[in-house]
């Protein structure tokens, strides 16, 4: 079945140690999403591409960057985590960026920081 | 972005039908109204969506005020793989992003 995919579900780091999540879909679709959810709180988009085209939120720490090196990849890096970092990170897809489009999500990776 | 107000949490009973309300007062003309779950330790999946007419899928359905200021999402015979934080989002014209609210936790009772 196509889907999106997400590796590790569990990441273990080091506070101040960067990491780096990774997601891959075979949809083939052309925007993929990274959102991050804290316990008990609902997902909040961090930044998304279309195609290569790189979006981020306003309100997205400079900590989090990303990067999308072909359609079916693509990975959020965390320079330096912190304590406040630890949440599931979840990547999502959608076909074109209307709004009209079903975003499709991986399962997550919950991160957490020691 | 248009805002909607959804109960933070309700009860069912399995096998009965679930109505789960969502108030949107400010939906502009544009805005589409999305639906999507999450259940325990996954990440959320798309439920239905509509505009102006009431909708119906495999799922569920969404049935959508006149004004379009509130509608519903309902499941027809709840079952406990429906126990999930159900989200109401809208967006519509050149915004094409989710912006999840805090959702309505449905607990199914076997």
């Known amino acids: 079945d196509a889907m999106v995919i997400q590796n590790p579900r569990y990441q273990v780091t080091q506070f101040g140690k960067p990491v780096t999540l990774s997601c891959s879909q075979t949809?083939?679709?052309?925007?993929m999403y990274w959102y991050q959810q804290k316990s008990s709180q609902a997902p909040k988009l961090l930044f998304h591409?279309?195609?290569?085209?790189?979006?981020n939120e306003a309100d997205t720490p400079d900590n989090f960057q990303s990067r999308r090196p072909n359609t079916s990849f693509c990975f959020l890096d965390i320079r330096s985590p912190g304590l406040g970092d630890a949440a599931m990170y979840l990547c999502?897809?959608?076909?074109?960026?209307?709004?009209?489009?079903?975003?499709?999500f991986g399962p997550g990776t919950r991160l957490l920081v020691l | 972005d248009a805002k909607t107000t959804q109960p933070n949490s309700m009860e069912s009973n399995e096998e009965e039908p679930v109505h789960l309300p969502c108030n949107h007062s400010?939906?502009?003309?544009?805005?589409?109204i999305h639906w999507y779950r999450q259940l325990p330790s996954q990440g959320p999946e798309y439920v239905i969506h509509?505009?102006?007419s009431n909708v119906n899928n495999r799922m569920a359905s969404l049935a959508i005020a006149e004004d379009r200021k509130s509608s519903t999402l309902i499941l027809h015979r709840a079952t406990l793989r429906d126990a999930a934080v159900y989200y109401c989002?809208?967006?519509?014209?050149?915004?094409?992003?989710?912006?999840f609210g805090k959702g309505t936790l449905l607990t199914v009772n076997p």
């Open positions: 999502a897809t959608s076909r074109v960026a209307r709004a009209i489009e079903t975003q499709y």
């Open positions: 949809l083939n679709h052309n925007v």
């Open positions: 591409y279309y195609d290569k085209d790189f979006n």
């Open positions: 400010t939906i502009s003309g544009t805005d589409y």
């Open positions: 509509g505009l102006t």
């Open positions: 989002i809208l967006n519509g014209g050149s915004n094409y992003k989710l912006t």
